[in-house]
């Protein structure tokens, strides 16, 4: 299978180097473009939408400080910043759309390797796994 386009989709953890490597490796053994992208959790998402406060500057700090670090993580692989995307939503819907909207031959996530399918993948893994219009590779992190 030739890759042409690949959607590398991390979780700013210590283990995001190992996801993010594969999947530079692999976009160089297909000469395919590579779009590197880190989904924002809405901060209500954590609390169900309940709490009676404005979360607004606390969801600015943490899109910031995700731009920065994916940026980071950009910079060291040669990612140019027009390939880096930061979105803001649920991860595994988001991940699924933004492959679509790119046309992704091949999705790449994280997974961890502990027991049963959604904790063998990982929620996010799972999520995009289930509902891809594409191949999907969950890198086992360690």
Do not use: F
């Not at 979780?11 to 160089?28: G, H, I, N, P, Y």
């Amino acid at each position: 299978m030739e890759y042409k386009t690949i959607l590398v989709a991390i979780d700013l953890t210590d283990e995001a180097e190992q996801v993010l490597s594969r999947a530079v490796t692999m976009a160089k053994q297909h000469q395919a473009t590579l779009t590197l992208a880190h989904v924002v959790e809405p901060v209500g998402y954590a609390y169900g939408g309940d709490l009676p406060l404005d979360l607004t500057e606390l969801q600015q700090q943490l899109e910031t400080s995700a731009r920065e670090q994916l940026s980071a993580h950009g910079e060291r692989h040669g990612i140019a910043k027009q390939d880096q995307r930061i979105i803001i939503g649920r991860p595994g819907t988001e991940i699924r759309r933004l492959a679509h909207d790119l046309g992704a031959d091949l999705t790449v996530v994280g997974s961890h390797g502990r027991h049963g399918l959604q904790l063998l993948l990982g929620s996010t893994a799972n999520a995009v796994l289930h509902g891809a219009e594409n191949d999907v590779l969950a890198v086992r992190v360690r």
